[in-house]
């Protein structure tokens, strides 16, 4: 992936990840690429009440068991960031923004939400 630029694979690939998370059955609660500028990427960030009922180590083996049904998939283990639905971000994203449990397309590009600037974000859900 072009570290600096969200292309339409990478799009499809975290749709297409989110409906194989859905049809295991985990409560994906936010979904989202966001562009971390420091290292100039992007990172697909799922928030799933899993990574606090299991911890780290059994949610990114069950992630990459998922990742492993994608026929080819172009997202790595390592673009993923998992966290809690708790997570600061999240939180902070909820207050602006709702999307309900389906999956959407919404990019949020230099905004400001409660004082926190963010620099680029395409939100698949936020619930």
């Known amino acids: 992936m072009d570290k600096s630029t969200l292309v339409e694979m990478d799009i499809n690939e975290g749709k297409e990840l989110i409906e194989a998370l859905d049809k295991a059955g985990v409560s ?5 690429w966001i562009y971390l500028s420091e290292p100039d990427e992007w990172r697909f960030m799922i928030a799933i009440p899993m990574i606090d009922e299991k911890g780290p180590k059994k949610t990114y083996t069950y992630i990459q ?13 390592k673009d993923i ?10 939180k902070l994203l909820k207050m602006a923004i709702s999307t309900g449990p389906g999956i959407h397309g919404i990019r949020m590009k230099r905004n400001t939400v409660n004082n ?7 939100i698949y859900r936020i619930q």
Do not use: K
């Open 81 to 90: 960031s998992i966290v809690s639905p708790n997570y600061d971000l999240i």
């Open 65 to 77: 068991s998922i990742l492993a049904q994608i026929t080819q998939p172009t997202i790595a283990l």
């Open 116 to 122: 926190v600037f963010i620099e680029d974000l395409y």
């Open 28 to 32: 994906v609660q936010a979904a989202l």
